[in-house]
């Protein structure tokens, strides 16, 4: 199966930053990667899907870029609504895996 | 709207069973792959199962493989996850979601791309104790 992995764990930013989140997979998969925003007692939200194209209605402070192993998702201009748990996720296998998710804390 | 609405969660002992359901609306139900993705307690998300459009193929995550079952009815736009065997571990949200995808045709090869799961329901809980 293909691992994936996010860095950080957690961060803790201010209103207005720039936060950029990694994630890695265990092997090559193209751009079939997937970030999710995911907040509390709520439905997760799919925010970008094959690497890069933004999720209609979804806001443009959000961005994702990579191919192969090694994915970004970048929030720019943080709101503190942003505040959630994101995760990636690949679907270049059928046998679907999340990465174990990035807190984002607003200070 | 486009919505999916999930039921059937509850406390079980552990080897118990139980059936998930998630109905679905607004949407040609019968043409899209659906999963199902759970949450335990203070983790992340993790992938449980998916079914292609017609129910024919479907796959789990190694954890689960012999003890869940997942279906659908396309007569009624309904998802299920037949829960068997439960163990404390079993403990979570569970979420239907509908996957985005599309299908491939190259000469010799057939294929899908899929693109993340697009509709998401909000999850009932399962809860596995003595």
């Known amino acids: 199966d293909i691992q994936m992995t996010q860095s950080p764990s957690s961060l803790s930013a201010s209103v207005g930053d720039r936060v950029t989140i990694t994630c890695r997979a265990s092997?090559?998969?193209?751009?079939?990667l997937n970030w999710y925003q995911h907040k509390p007692g709520k439905a997760p939200k799919l925010l970008i899907f094959?690497?890069?194209t933004l999720q209609g209605g979804v806001s443009s402070r959000f961005s994702g870029s990579g191919s192969g192993t090694d994915f970004t998702l970048t929030i720019s201009n943080l709101h503190p609504e942003d505040c959630a748990t994101y995760y990636c996720?690949?679907?270049?296998?059928?046998?679907?895996?999340f990465g174990p998710g990035t807190k984002v804390n607003i200070k | 709207e486009v919505q999916l609405v999930e039921s059937g969660g509850g406390l079980v002992q552990p080897g118990g069973s139980l059936r998930l359901s998630c109905a679905a609306s607004?949407?040609?139900?019968?043409?899209?792959?659906m999963s199902w993705v759970r949450q335990a307690p203070g983790k992340g998300l993790e992938w449980v199962a998916n079914?292609?459009?017609?129910?024919?193929?479907?796959y789990y995550v190694e954890s689960v493989k012999g003890r869940f079952t997942i279906s659908r009815d396309n007569t009624m736009n309904s998802l299920y996850l037949q829960l068997s065997n439960l163990r404390a571990e079993d403990t979570a949200v569970y979420y239907c979601?509908?996957?985005?995808?599309?299908?491939?045709?190259?000469?010799?090869?057939?294929?899908?791309?899929?693109?993340?799961?697009?509709?998401w329901g909000q999850g009932t809980t399962v809860t596995v104790s003595s």
């Open positions: 979601a509908r996957i985005s995808s599309d299908y491939s045709s190259i000469p010799g090869l057939n294929y899908y791309n899929y693109y993340g799961m697009d509709v």
């Open positions: 607004e949407f040609i139900f019968s043409t899209f792959w």
């Open positions: 079914i292609n459009h017609d129910g024919g193929e479907s």
């Open positions: 092997q090559r998969i193209s751009t079939y």
């Open positions: 094959d690497a890069s």
């Open positions: 996720q690949q679907s270049y296998s059928i046998l679907f895996t």
